[in-house]
């Protein structure tokens, strides 16, 4: 999959990641030939339902799943030039918190219930600068740097908040919490597993708001992982689709929701109720499917209305339909030219 | 949902849009509260009193889909439960029929439970992982005494799944090995085992992917137009209420605070916390960013419900407050026909 952002670089660049997982029953190709590229600054989106692979995806690249007996990962992760995948657990883990970090997904179970959110944040700041160089901040200094962490996601009383408990803040105050953790040392790429969905809508659009503020601000590249459309269509610049560990379309975000052009993207589309007029959702057929016995060719065509022979047997191309618009689908191979009407 | 279930109207609903009301009521609440103590403190013992739903009064009629929509701790799964009886209320009266619900015994609430259902939000919990599928449902009707022999239980069994679209031949298996959409169709088979005519879905999808969802959703319309069943429907999810219901109520801190047809409510807007709900929702189009009210709130959260705010308990988040609002909690007036609102602006001339 080539990028549009090479002029300006890019931070995280997948190039044909495969991850397979051996297990009792057999093998479980989870992840398949994905590429995907993270420019500078940028922010992406990563969509599909549950179980297709987006999890997998980001502990592969924070280094939570290794090569080991059990486990085949083929393929390279660049950040910044370096592949993660060879690389030795010391020489990752130097740069995992410091330069890439991650929010986790639920803000009511990360954060450790015996320690203060001082210590637990004190001891991010401390983790980066031992890492740095050695030891270089004195106590106060990583106080104070975590003082402003917390003023920076609008905490009331930040010295409060130091000493308190994670049991005493509400959810909407420990995401804010784990944005600040994550963005402390100011990383260069940031990535956002399901950010805000386990709140209500008034509060994540209150987090959301405040984490496209500070990403615009610093600057960090964003890779967010999502499968509420509305939140990708919000936060991201563009996005990739990615059904059974494959991928399935990638397209620019705002154009992507007028017209998605895979089976899949349309039909995760169609399936978001709309506050405007509460049109009928129609939803996909059919479930993920079992890793062990993988479909063949195109992964979606049990489940595609559009499917035909050619689908069960052969694993369609990439076509690229427009600037840095991607699709992987026969219905686009030779139909280029004339791309189906959107819906 | 490839194939629908019935095809032919049976209720005086034609779209979504647009819909005609039944005017039959089914259930009329009358000033429902519910209330919680605790008692926390070893040495100096505190108490609370935490009111989840106060004073609530509407009618639910016969066919309707009613939605009530809120954020976490607002009280509308606990108004969805003390509905169907499974809290007690405090006060307050719950007309079935020409029965009143409030006051029965667990005895005597037996014949009701056939009435209404509940379906609870998560399938992984509400279903035992240790019983098959078959023999959960088969409970719900032997507890009824509604199929005398096993042979008619069985069939019985093999309808219902049917009905929700799973092989009648899972009946032998065990949650753990469906799927989290199949799980949520055997709990709403479940539900239906014993023919009830109201149901409350407690965030029924809450838990699923959209894609899954949105076939579950259409399962549940059809089932209601099939069967001609009534809805009480509890969600946060406002996109769904809009496509599901037909009329919503949006509840916080246990009182409503705006009611009325779906589309008007969406469309028309009144209370300051309907505004900012609807400004919050993630939409997936320009177009519907558009539609989108402004939103009507300061940052700020939901306050604790063991001490609420003094008069509209949305005061200190909405940005038109004024003193009045501070002193006295405004009534439920009725701005349009069956648009009904809770708010200053409209009671004051």
Redesign the interface.
């Known amino acids: 999959m080539e990028s549009h952002m090479m002029a300006d670089g890019v931070t995280l660049d997948i190039r044909s990641l495969s991850v397979s997982f051996r297990v009792y029953g057999g093998t479980a190709h989870v992840i398949d030939d994905i590429s995907l590229q993270v420019g500078t600054g940028e922010s992406i989106g990563l969509v599909g ?2 179980g297709c692979g987006k999890t997998v995806t980001v502990k592969t690249i924070m280094g939570m799943v290794r090569r080991s007996s059990s486990t085949d990962i083929a393929g390279q992760i660049l950040f910044r030039g370096t592949d993660l995948v060879p690389l030795e657990h010391r020489k990752l883990f130097s740069r995992i918190g410091r330069e890439l970090s991650m929010i986790p997904q639920d803000p009511m179970t990360s954060l450790n219930p015996v320690f203060t959110i001082g210590t637990q944040l004190k001891d991010v700041i401390r983790y980066a600068d031992r890492k740095q160089s050695g030891p270089n901040l004195t106590r106060r200094q990583i106080r104070e740097r975590a003082l402003e962490a917390l003023s920076e996601v ?1 905490l009331p009383n930040p010295e409060r908040m130091l000493t308190s408990y994670p049991l005493q803040l ?1 959810g ?1 105050m420990r995401q804010r919490v784990l944005i600040a953790m994550a963005l402390v040392n100011k990383p260069a790429l940031l990535i956002a597993d399901e950010p805000g969905t386990a709140l ?7 987090v ?1 708001g405040l984490m496209s503020n500070l990403i615009s601000q610093s600057g960090v590249s964003v890779l967010m992982i999502s ?5 990708i ?2 936060m991201t610049d563009r996005l990739y689709i990615m059904y059974a560990g494959q991928m399935a379309e990638t397209a620019p975000t ?1 154009a992507f ?2 017209r998605p052009r895979h089976p899949y993207s349309r ?19 059919g ?1 993920v499917p079992d890793y062990l016995a993988a479909p063949a060719g195109c992964r979606f065509h049990p489940r595609c209305k559009d499917a035909d022979e050619r689908c069960a047997v052969e694993r369609p191309p990439e076509v690229r339909m427009e600037q840095a618009w991607n699709v992987r689908c026969f219905r686009h191979v030779c139909s280029r030219t004339r791309p189906p009407e959107a819906r | 949902m490839e194939r629908s279930l019935l095809p032919p109207r049976l209720l005086p609903y034609t779209t979504a849009r647009g819909t005609v009301i039944p005017m039959d009521k089914l259930l009329k609440i009358e000033n429902l509260t519910k209330e919680f103590r605790s008692v926390s403190g070893l040495i100096k013992r505190t108490r609370s009193r935490i009111r989840a739903v106060q004073d609530i009064s509407c009618e639910i009629r016969q066919g309707e889909i009613f939605g009530l929509v809120g954020e976490s701790g607002c009280g509308k799964s606990t108004l969805g439960k003390t509905i169907v009886r499974l809290y007690r209320p405090t006060s307050g009266a719950i007309w079935f029929g020409d029965r009143n619900l409030s006051d029965l015994s667990e005895k005597q609430l037996v014949p009701f439970r056939k009435e209404m259902q509940l379906v609870f939000q998560d399938p992984n919990a509400s279903l035992n992982p240790r019983r098959s599928i078959g023999s959960s449902i088969a409970d719900a009707l032997e507890i009824h005494g509604l199929t005398p022999g096993r042979q008619a239980r069985q069939a019985e069994i093999h309808r219902l799944l049917e009905q929700v679209e799973i092989p009648p031949s899972y009946r032998h298996k065990h949650p753990s090995v469906l799927s989290g959409g199949q799980r949520q169709r055997v709990a709403i088979a479940r539900a239906l085992a014993v023919q009830p005519r109201f149901l409350v879905l407690d965030e029924p999808t809450s838990a699923l992917d959209v894609s899954v969802q949105a076939k579950i959703v259409r399962l549940i319309q059809d089932l209601q137009l099939h069967l001609g069943l009534t809805y009480l429907f509890v969600t946060h999810d406002l996109g769904l209420m809009r496509t599901l219901s037909h009329r919503t109520a949006v509840m916080y801190l246990g009182r409503f605070y705006e009611t009325g047809p779906t589309d008007r409510l969406f469309d028309n807007p009144l209370h300051p916390y309907t505004q900012t709900l609807l400004a919050s929702v993630p939409v997936v189009s320009e177009d519907e960013e558009r539609l989108r009210p402004e939103d009507a709130s300061r940052e700020g959260e939901v306050p604790d419900p063991a001490n609420p705010p003094h008069g509209c308990a949305f005061h200190p988040r909405c940005m038109q407050a004024t003193q009045a609002c501070r002193v006295s909690l405004p009534p439920l007036v009725e701005v349009e026909p069956g648009h009904f609102v809770r708010c200053c602006r409209y009671t004051s001339p």
């Open positions: 339902e549950t609008r509400s909407g209500d809508v008034t509060i994540q659009k209150q959301l499968h509420n459309l509305g939140v269509h919000e705002r929701f007028s039909g995760l589309r169609d399936s978001v109720p709309t506050i405007s007029d509460g049109a009928a959702i129609a939803g996909i057929t479930t």
